[in-house]
């Protein structure tokens, strides 16, 4: 069993930064792909940020390459989100998940555990 908490959501103008945590217990957190998915008023959840265990490779959607960084902390049972240059369509409840293994890293269905959210909102 996985219990997710997510942390660093919050209120900032667009072209800024933040940076959300996912805390994870349990003693397997190592073990576990995690991911990041955002859900907007309205649209359904979607996909932001894939970090396996076994070798760190990492995935991101296309509407956040080279914006967002997600990376991971085993030592500390922490992943985390980079957000820089954000924007308002970024605004949203942003989920942290994990699975132990992930077959297709931007569908939901794949992850077995989730967080409440953080709410990110992007001011123009």
């Known amino acids: 069993q996985v219990q997710l908490v997510e942390s660093g959501g919050g209120l900032v103008q667009a072209g800024g930064s933040l940076r959300l945590s996912c805390a994870a217990s349990g003693r397997t957190f190592s073990s576990y792909d995690m991911g990041w998915f955002r859900q907007a008023p309205g649209k359904e959840r979607e996909f932001v940020a894939t970090?396996?265990?076994?070798?760190?490779?990492?995935y991101y959607a296309d509407s956040v390459k080279g914006r967002f960084t997600i990376s991971r902390d085993n030592a500390k049972n922490t992943m985390y989100l980079q957000m820089n240059n954000l924007k308002p369509e970024d605004t949203a409840i942003y989920y942290c998940?994990?699975?132990?293994?992930?077959?297709?890293?931007?569908?939901?269905?794949?992850?077995?555990?989730w967080g409440q959210g953080t709410q990110v909102t992007v001011s123009s």
């Open positions: 998940a994990a699975a132990r293994l992930i077959i297709r890293p931007g569908r939901s269905d794949d992850y077995d555990y």
């Open positions: 970090i396996r265990w076994i070798g760190g490779s990492v």
